[in-house]
């Protein structure tokens, strides 16, 4: 296993990003022909693949590792996560039966739905649960939605309207075995976006409370079950995107206890988390435009978040994924719209 020692001079001086050269990074990008943005990587019995979304709109893969190599799937538009043989877009899911299929996803009459994160059932893989957003009927308004896949279809799981507003999105789901699930995301009212972590259980929803900083904008947009960890961006209601700063909140299931933690000022934002070995890792990109990557040093409760230094590239990381050096992915875009790849080599 992989160990850092951390002077606290160090830490103090990678609160704030510094460039950092190929040797001295974990992080080593990985040449890519194609063009757009990836937006989402899984690693699993199915291979490592990386999704993305094409100057035109339409979805793409990568199957790769040692070598990417490009490979047709059914268009659903930009893919926002792939977890354990799923992967969901835009305009419907892709499931893993010797080569990606597209699947048609619940939809109510009058509305269509996006989903933005799925995870299969830890006690029952045939089975999934995902969550995204679906428009409201006569409005510009989006509402967070809950589906479970059966093992033949996507069926909704309706969420009580007192429990999320009509304008809102669920962007995590967490479930953890039978009928219980905890989904993430982010409630939008004119005192600005508050995070939102739901619990179902027994055929019941339930609210998990959240603090929640006044005269703040807050959003989650990447969850990762193994590292309990829920990550974004935080600014002042009204601020420009320079304004942002990393969002960490540490998510104990079994109190139902969810922690705000510290991270690095640094303007940037987070989008996306995985567990190395355990240990919580997150990336982003910074507000002039950079990857940006932190990692938990320390244990799982009382360890502090520090700068992980990364290529001296221009783009953004939007997704990770992969639990074991060296098959870590993170992926993105760079500053001339062609996909960006770095794997994490220490």
């Known amino acids: 296993m992989r160990k850092r020692i951390w002077s606290l ?22 040449p890519v022909e194609a063009r757009g943005a990836l937006t989402a990587v899984s690693s699993g019995p199915e291979g490592t693949w990386a999704f993305g979304e094409a100057p035109d709109g339409r979805s793409f893969a990568l199957r790769g590792a040692e070598d990417w190599q490009r490979v047709p799937i059914p268009d659903v538009g930009r893919v926002h996560h792939a977890q354990s043989g799923w992967a969901v877009g835009r305009r419907g899911a892709l499931r893993w039966t010797d080569g990606w299929q597209r699947v048609r996803v619940a939809e109510r009459a009058g509305t269509s739905t996006t989903l933005q994160a799925v995870e299969i059932d830890p ?20 509402r967070g939605v809950v589906q479970r896949w059966d093992g033949t279809a996507w069926r909704g799981v309706p969420v009580p309207d007192g429990l999320l507003d009509t304008s809102s999105e669920l962007t995590g789901v967490a479930p953890r075995g039978g009928d219980e699930v905890f989904v993430y995301g982010i409630d939008h009212d004119r005192s600005g976006s508050r995070v939102v972590v739901l619990r179902y259980a027994g055929g019941t929803w339930t609210n998990v409370p959240v603090s929640r900083r006044a005269g703040y904008d807050e959003q989650v947009v990447g969850h990762n079950s193994e590292a309990a960890r829920l990550v974004g961006w935080t600014a002042p209601v009204g601020a420009p995107a320079s304004a942002r700063r990393p969002l960490v909140l540490r998510v104990n299931p079994d109190n139902r206890e969810v922690v705000r933690e510290r991270v690095p000022a640094t303007a940037a934002e987070l989008t996306g988390v995985t567990s ?3 240990t919580p890792l ?12 932190v990692r938990l040093s320390g244990d799982s409760e009382n360890g502090t978040w520090i700068a ?6 221009r783009g953004r990381l939007l997704a990770v994924a992969g639990i074991v050096v060296p098959n870590i992915w993170a992926v993105g875009v760079t500053a001339a719209n062609r996909p960006l790849v770095l794997r994490d080599e220490p």
């Open 123 to 142: 006690l029952a893989p045939e089975l999934a649960w995902a969550v995204g957003a679906e428009t409201v009927p006569g409005t510009q308004w989006r």
């Open 276 to 278: 190395e070995y355990g």
């Open 282 to 293: 997150a990336v982003g990109h910074t507000a002039d435009g950079r990857p940006y990557a």
């Open 308 to 313: 992980d230094p990364v290529p001296p590239v």
């Open 9 to 30: 001079t160090v830490a103090l001086t990678l609160a704030t990003p510094l460039p950092a050269t190929a040797a001295d990074s974990p992080w080593q990008t990985q």
